[in-house]
C-alpha cells in the first residue's frame, strides 16, 4: 500500500498515482466503500461492471420471474 497526498486542481481535488499503476485507457470508475476511495480501471467489461453496479445497489438487474409473451410478427 502507497500513501499519497490529494491537492487542489481548479474546484476539485486530485492525487497523484505512480505511472506504473495508470490504466492503459487513462480512465478509471470511483465509488466509495465506508470510509474508502476505490479506484477501479474503466476498460472493464460490461458484464463485470453490470454486477458491480447491482452489488452497489445503484441498478436492479434481477431478470422478471414474469415469462415473455411472444410477439406476433407480420408475414
Known amino acids: ?4 497526498k ?3 486542481n481548479g474546484g476539485s481535488y486530485a492525487v497523484r498515482i505512480p505511472k506504473s499503476w495508470v490504466p492503459v485507457s487513462g480512465e478509471v470508475f470511483l465509488r466509495r466503500e465506508g470510509k474508502r476511495i476505490v479506484m477501479t480501471e474503466a476498460g472493464e467489461d460490461l458484464r463485470s461492471l453490470a454486477h458491480r453496479f447491482a452489488e ?3 441498478v436492479d438487474f434481477e431478470r422478471s420471474t414474469q415469462p415473455r409473451t411472444p410477439r406476433a410478427r407480420k408475414l
Open 1 to 4: 500500500m502507497k500513501k499519497a
Open 6 to 8: 490529494l491537492f487542489r
Open 56 to 58: 452497489d445497489g445503484l
